[in-house]
């Protein structure tokens, strides 16, 4: 990883079995909504953003017709997180 650079790992599961969500479409943000990559997770439901500068992000999830939107703040030392259904 670059100095001053992080990387984000999402590991996606369903609430009630823990059973990791394969093949889910996963997109990284920028602070302004811009789409910056896409995947569609693994069979272990993980996706990883790699060589991510500093600043604010958002990860959208959609899955069985539904779509969600995790706002991250990445800061040196620190990240902020929180989940809120997309608009």
Do not use: C, D, K, M
């Given at each position: 990883?670059?100095?001053?650079?992080?990387?984000?790992?999402?590991?996606?599961?369903?609430?009630?079995s823990?059973?990791?969500?394969?093949e889910t479409r996963?997109?990284?943000?920028?602070g302004?909504?811009?789409?910056l990559?896409?995947?569609?997770?693994n069979?272990?439901?993980?996706?990883?953003f790699?060589?991510?500068a500093l600043?604010r992000?958002?990860i959208?999830v959609?899955?069985?017709q539904?779509t969600?939107?995790?706002?991250?703040v990445?800061?040196?030392?620190?990240?902020?997180?929180?989940a809120?259904p997309a608009?």
């Open positions: 990883v670059v100095a001053g650079a992080a990387a984000i790992a999402v590991r996606l599961s369903e609430f009630s823990g059973r990791p969500l394969g996963v997109t990284l943000r920028n302004q909504r811009q789409l990559i896409g995947f569609v997770t069979q272990e439901g993980t996706a990883l790699e060589q991510l600043g992000y958002f959208q959609r899955h069985s539904q969600w939107e995790i706002p991250l990445l800061v040196e030392g620190t990240l902020a997180v929180g809120q608009s």
